[in-house]
T-cell receptor, first 112, second 112 residues
Framework: EAGVAQSPRYKIIEKRQSVAFWCNPI?????LYWYQQILGQGPKLLIQ????????DSQLPKDRFSAERLKGVDSTLKIQPAKLEDSAVYLC??????????FGPGTRLTVT | QKEVEQDPGPLSVPEGAIVSLNCTYS??????FMWYRQYSRKGPELLMY????GNKEDGRFTAQVDKSSKYISLFIRDSQPSDSATYLC????????????FGTGTLLAVQP
């Protein structure tokens, strides 16, 4: 079974630029999550999708972050404009059952 | 006060030692408790999960939950250098969403 795919793996941008991350979940997983993991911290949920509907985006900074999951499969997370404090690893996860979330390798973003 | 507290370490032990990793939490609504392992530059992977209080064993790993003390533990017996990673505790309530709250992670190094 193929795992969660994410791209790019690494991205360096200057502040005020925009960036987009892509995620392809495990086939058949209806629930998709985007997490932000700042160095030295645990992952923090940004947004959760159930199929193509948003379940929870309470911690998504909506003035600069946006996410979509078209057709209930792939998802993109966008930051526009980026700030220095957005430097982090952005993890995508998907799940079928309630407990087990499968994580992708993450995209490491550096904002200079 | 953070909802989930975890000692960041680092924790260094010799090969074969018993390792004890711990988290405390403040939200009494948490019912599901998980431990994830995260290797450097990889996404977290689920090691174990438990529901409510009690113990659960899987090979060299034992998870314990004490809801009365709001305290969870992960024990690793006969630790191996391949166990060197960051260990993240995570927990959720019994609600419809699968929102996980993570600890900051404990960095473990097992010395050969």
């Amino acid at each position: 079974e193929a795992g969660v795919a994410q791209s790019p793996r690494y991205k360096i941008i200057e502040k005020r630029q925009s960036v987009a991350f892509w995620c392809n979940p495990i086939s058949g997983h209806a629930t998709l999550y985007w997490y932000q993991q700042i160095l030295g911290q645990g992952p923090k949920l940004l947004i959760q999708f159930q199929n193509n509907g948003v379940v929870d985006d309470s911690q998504l900074p909506k003035d600069r972050f946006s996410a979509e999951r078209l057709k209930g499969v792939d998802s993109t997370l966008k930051i526009q404009p980026a700030k220095l404090e957005d430097s982090a690893v952005y993890l995508c996860a998907s799940s079928y059952a309630a407990f087990e979330q499968y994580f992708g390798p993450g995209t490491r973003l550096t904002v200079t | 006060q953070k909802e989930v507290e975890q000692d960041p370490g680092p924790l260094s032990v010799p090969e074969g030692a018993i390792v004890s990793l711990n988290c405390t939490y403040s939200n009494s609504a948490f019912q599901y408790f998980m431990w994830y392992r995260q290797y450097s530059r990889k996404g977290p992977e689920l090691l174990m999960y438990t529901y409510s209080s009690g113990n659960k064993e899987d090979g060299r790993f034992t998870a314990q939950v004490d809801k009365s003390s709001k305290y969870i533990s992960l024990f690793i017996r006969d630790s191996q250098p391949s166990d060197s990673a960051t260990y993240l505790c995570a927990m959720r309530d019994g609600g419809a969403t699968n929102k996980l709250i993570f600890g900051t992670g404990t960095l473990l190094a097992v010395q050969p």
